[in-house]
């Protein structure tokens, strides 16, 4: 399938955080994506829905509806990932989350687009209780993205079976999000699922990483603690979110790439 439309609904992930910047944006694996669906059609166009901070509730409410009146039949690929910003916080509902993350893809399936779905890496090869946590909240997320993936014929990027993603070097300093190598992979991971050409080399896991300094680490985990974690657990308390009173980088479907 050569697709003519690239649509794109989520959170950070989605939207680019933290690959590199450009034109003020972070690239991000969509756009990497994008550039290569163009090459291989003549009036390509691409939108990018997607905002940081984003809850479930939020991507179906705000973006779902949007992307729906762009679709153009089945080759319009649209893509949807949310519910992990869910999954990491207190009080997470994991029955009432599932049920809205199938429903809002039997939603998009009966639009006639082709849908793409992502599954979390569950073991990110840390340990701890928060890790285990972690890795039982996404398991169960993860399998119900599978069958309701096969329920309607999506395709699914799951990294699960990939070892090497394990490797914290494809994290920013902030842990959480992927830098450029993490983006880089994971939009090959893709064109491959979508049977576009792609670079082997983003199955080949990073050499050996050299160890660090117990001084250095110290002092990078107290700088994090202090750039990244307090800020997230402040906006916690009071009830906001990164993404609050941010537009998403392409609200409506563009030409792409851009002229400039």
């Not at 973006?63 to 869910?86: C, K, M, R, S």
């Not at 429903?103 to 209780?129: H, W």
Request: proline share 5%.
């Amino acid at each position: 399938m050569i697709y003519n439309r690239l649509i794109i609904c989520g959170d950070s992930f989605s939207e680019g955080m933290t690959d590199e910047v450009v034109d003020g944006q972070y690239r991000g694996w969509g756009d990497r994506v994008a550039d290569e669906m163009a090459m291989h059609s003549q009036n390509f166009t691409y939108a990018n829905l997607a905002i940081r901070g984003k809850l479930l509730s939020q991507v179906i409410n705000d973006q779902v509806p949007v992307a729906l009146t762009y679709i153009e039949g089945p080759e319009t690929l649209i893509t949807f990932h949310a519910g992990a910003n869910d999954a990491i916080r207190p009080g997470y509902d994991a029955r009432a989350s599932i049920a809205k993350y199938q429903q809002a893809v039997r939603e998009l399936s009966k639009s006639g687009a082709t849908i793409l779905l992502f599954t979390v890496l569950e073991d990110t090869g840390n340990k701890g209780r928060g890790s285990k946590i972690w890795k039982e909240r996404f398991a169960e997320f993860n399998k119900a993205i599978r069958e309701v993936g096969q329920e309607v014929g999506a395709i699914v990027s799951d990294a699960n079976d990939l070892d090497f993603f394990k490797d914290n070097r494809f994290l920013a300093f902030d842990r959480l999000h992927l830098n450029a190598e993490g983006h880089w992979r994971v939009s090959q991971g893709v064109l491959e699922v979508l049977g576009y050409p792609s670079n082997p080399a983003w199955r080949i896991p990073l050499p050996p990483a050299k160890k660090t300094p117990w001084l250095k680490e110290r002092y990078i985990g107290v700088l994090w603690f202090f750039l990244f974690a307090l800020p997230w657990i402040w906006r916690r308390i009071q009830g906001k979110s990164s993404g609050d009173n941010r537009s998403a980088k392409y609200p409506a479907p563009i030409s792409w790439p851009p002229a400039s």
